[in-house]
């Protein structure tokens, strides 16, 4: 909650609770998503180094446009592979 600006947040939960399996499943795609954003930065550190960052993401200064892309990310992965064959299924 506290790694976005807090109208960010309130379209993240409105999109989560608006899938089927939003919180469950959905938001493991979102922080992906979050992971991919950020790869550059945290290849760039030691281990300590990126559990800082992390700790303290850059995302205050994001709008509507940069969660569009982050959920849009996620949004595909789970297209693509939320009905893998390994995923296991949940009612």
């Known amino acids: 909650m506290r790694e976005l600006p807090f109208p960010l947040l309130v379209r993240l939960w409105d999109t989560c609770l608006a899938e089927v399996d939003g919180f469950s499943v959905f938001l493991v795609y979102v922080c992906a998503a979050l992971l ?26 994001w709008d509507g446009g940069d969660l569009d892309l982050l959920l849009g990310q996620a949004y595909m992965w789970h297209t693509i592979f939320g009905a893998s064959p390994g995923r296991s299924h949940r009612t």
């Open 36 to 61: 991919v954003r950020f790869r550059g930065e945290l290849l760039s550190r030691d281990f300590q180094g990126m559990v800082m960052f992390l700790q303290a993401l850059p995302t205050g200064g």
